[in-house]
């Protein structure tokens, strides 16, 4: 049986990963999905703030959505889950989880931002795969902002001219 540990945020552009797990699935109908919730990153400055209570009963709130969301989508095409850790992890346990549950692979989806701001911000997915040992299958978000599509191309091709000119002359 073929394990599979999806990190659910619960948002939209989880719909890629299901659409990925969907397509896996009808290959193969011995397998298993191992859902986590991992906690996002909260800035110092605000839990100062905020007493441990608070900031956990606000984890377990958003761990129910993203559950909750994950869940409907599994349930509609029939593959089998569980949920693990309903308060929600931190990025950093994620691959000892991973081999905790004898999972083969993590399965994520491309996050939201754009390509540029990979180069200079360091992602949750960037960390997942840093972190080594578990195959990690990075799923491509459904669409592209409209800078991606027109506007690296049209600057990749103006500097590329621009280069040619300069060579030429």
């Known amino acids: 049986m073929s394990k599979f540990l999806i990190p659910v945020?619960?948002?939209?552009?989880?719909?890629?990963?299901?659409?990925?797990?969907?397509?896996?699935?009808?290959?193969?109908?011995?397998?298993?999905?191992?859902l986590i919730y991992v906690r996002p990153r909260v800035s110092r400055y605000i839990t100062r703030f905020l007493s441990q209570k608070n900031k956990l009963t606000w984890f377990q709130e958003q761990a129910s959505i993203a559950y909750g969301l994950s869940s409907r989508h599994l349930e509609l095409t029939g593959?089998?889950?569980?949920?693990?850790?309903?308060?929600?992890?931190?990025?950093?346990?994620?691959?000892?989880?991973?081999?905790?549950?004898?999972?083969?692979?993590?399965?994520?989806?491309?996050?939201?931002?754009?390509?540029?701001?990979?180069?200079?911000?360091?992602?949750?997915?960037?960390?997942?795969?840093?972190?080594?040992?578990?195959p990690v299958v990075v799923v491509p978000r459904e669409y592209k902002s409209l800078f991606e599509r027109w506007g690296i191309p049209f600057i990749g091709a103006g500097l590329a001219a621009s280069f040619l000119t300069a060579v030429i002359d």
Do not use: W
């Not at 999972?103 to 997915?125: D, M, N, W, Y």
């Open 9 to 34: 945020d619960g948002s939209v552009h989880m719909a890629a990963v299901f659409r990925y797990l969907s397509s896996e699935f009808l290959k193969n109908t011995n397998m298993q999905v191992e």
């Open 79 to 134: 593959i089998p889950f569980q949920i693990n850790h309903p308060n929600g992890v931190h990025v950093q346990d994620v691959n000892q989880i991973a081999k905790s549950l004898d999972c083969s692979q993590i399965v994520v989806c491309r996050p939201a931002h754009g390509s540029l701001v990979h180069l200079f911000e360091k992602t949750s997915t960037d960390e997942l795969i840093g972190q080594g040992d578990m």
